[in-house]
């Protein structure tokens, strides 16, 4: 079965654009989480969704926002780009009746110039 | 906020070797699961862990859940060049009630091919 799709995998922004990111979990996957990912501080949780509904937010700014669509999909939106946004985003899926974790899509790699 | 410690930050591993890392923490942790990242692609849930004292194998991968419920450990034994990449050990954040969907990762353990 498919695994979780991210698109696009790279993208180049300049500071101050705003930028779209798509995810397509695992058929059946209810539950999508977003990440972000750097050099310096790590695997950083930025929202979790379920049902279309955010259930939780990590510490971001507000220029960072998020949704998930009647099938799952999700999509996460950064305005007004800064230097500091350039990093891997991930997100994941998971079955709400498994225990076995979130499946991790390869990412989108974002570089704001 | 919520820190993981996973030590050590790096190693070197020669073909044959057994490796050993861990993950600790100040809080109590409900869940431990341990990720491999290879360069370029997401972290891959290598074992999974719900109760203190439980130890899980994944073939040549061997995980425990501390008994105090702050630690976890991750051995790889007869290590092998494909283990070569990043192992992160990975919680439920306690502050969001323990929501799965919200992992504190620690900064990694890189593994690396010894020259």
């Known amino acids: 079965k498919a695994g979780v799709t991210q698109t696009p995998r790279y993208l180049i922004k300049t500071r101050g654009q705003q930028v779209t990111l798509s995810c397509s979990p695992i058929?059946?996957?209810?539950?999508v989480s977003w990440y972000q990912q750097t050099p310096g501080q790590g695997l950083q949780f930025l929202f979790e969704y379920f049902s279309e509904t955010q259930r939780n937010k990590g510490n971001f700014p507000g220029r960072f926002s998020g949704r998930q669509f009647s099938n799952s999909r999700s999509e996460m939106n950064v305005s007004t780009l800064e230097l500091g946004d350039s990093a891997l985003y991930l997100c994941a899926s998971r079955s709400v009746v498994s225990n076995y974790g979130y499946t991790f899509g390869s990412g989108t790699r974002l570089t704001v110039v | 906020g919520q820190q993981l410690n996973q030590s050590p930050q790096s190693m070197f591993i020669q073909e044959g070797e057994d490796v050993s890392m861990n993950c600790t923490s100040s809080?109590?942790?409900?869940?431990w699961l341990w990720y491999k990242q290879d360069p370029g692609e997401g972290p891959v849930l290598l074992i999974a862990l719900y109760k203190a004292g439980e130890l899980t194998s994944n073939g040549r991968l061997t995980a425990q859940f501390g008994i105090t419920r702050k630690d976890s450990f991750l051995n790889i034994s007869a290590s092998i060049p494909s283990d070569v990449g990043i192992y992160f050990c990975a919680g439920p954040n306690p502050n969001y009630g323990g929501s799965q969907g919200n992992l504190i990762f620690g900064k990694g353990t890189k593994l690396s091919v010894k020259p």
């Open positions: 058929s059946g996957h209810r539950s």
């Open positions: 809080s109590i942790f409900n869940t």
